[in-house]
């Protein structure tokens, strides 16, 4: 059975860092994907980080240059987020496919099959 597990959400001042980790078990990252969405009270679950098939690091324009992710293995995957501002106040969710996804198909949520509980990031001004 697979398993995502969040860890390392927060409350933080604008300009502030965290630090997110998800860990997956039962889960073979293979020609697979993982990623970093966020979903924001009434407003779409938005896909904000991820691995192309070539391991290269893919973000959404509104963190591109302020968050960063990374593996500490096959099975742990980090978001490093720096800068933060209030407008990242969200849920952070670690998600994970069935299938390889392409440059567009890996930010829609509908294609991924498994998901973690969710961590709180909340960000003052």
């Known amino acids: 059975q697979v398993q995502l597990v969040e860890s390392g959400g927060g409350s933080v001042q604008a300009g502030g860092s965290l630090r997110l980790s998800c860990e997956a078990s039962g889960y073979t990252p293979g020609n697979r994907c993982m990623a970093w969405f966020r979903q924001a009270p009434g407003k779409e679950r938005e896909g904000i980080a991820t691995?192309?098939?070539?391991?290269?690091t893919i973000y959404a324009e509104s963190v591109k240059g302020r968050f960063t992710i990374s593996k500490d293995n096959g099975y742990t995957v980090v978001l490093q987020m720096d800068n933060l501002k209030p407008e990242d106040t969200a849920m952070y969710y670690c998600?994970?496919?069935?299938?390889?996804?392409?440059?567009?198909?890996?930010?829609?949520?509908?294609?991924?099959?498994?998901w973690g509980q969710g961590t709180q990031v909340t960000v003052t001004a």
């Open positions: 998600a994970a496919s069935a299938l390889r996804l392409g440059d567009v198909a890996w930010s829609k949520s509908y294609y991924y099959k498994y």
């Open positions: 691995f192309d098939k070539f391991n290269k």
